[in-house]
Nanobody
């Protein structure tokens, strides 16, 4: 099993940047694909970015590609989401998630979830 704790959310003006962190504990971190998802009020949880367990392959939602970067530090059991050029429509609760091995962009494929961190973007 894996336990996940997100941090780094907050308030930023449009065009600004934030870096989210997700600290993991439990089974060997390097065997898990790590994903970032976001969810606003009245919306379904949607994929943002993920990084695989094997080759470090990165996947991004089209709406964030070129602005967000996902990375991982296996020695620290931590995954990051660097968010640049933030837009008001990026404001949501952001969740990190983990699944064993295979890359996926579907939230239903992820077995372990953090509690979320709020990102607010002012216009």
């Amino acid at each position: 099993q894996v336990q996940l704790v997100e941090s780094g959310g907050g308030l930023v003006q449009a065009g600004g940047s934030l870096r989210l962190s997700c600290a993991a504990s439990g089974r060997t971190f390097s065997y898990y694909t790590m994903g970032w998802f976001r969810q606003g009020s009245g919306k379904e949880r949607e994929f943002v970015a993920a990084i695989s367990w094997h080759l470090g392959e990165e996947e991004y939602a089209g709406s964030v590609k070129g602005r967000f970067t996902v990375s991982r530090d296996n020695a620290k059991n931590t995954v990051y989401l660097q968010m640049n050029s933030l837009k008001p429509e990026d404001a949501d609760v952001y969740y990190c998630a983990a699944r064993y091995r295979s890359m996926s962009t579907s939230p239903s494929d992820y077995a372990y979830w953090g509690q979320g961190t709020q990102v607010t973007v002012s216009s």
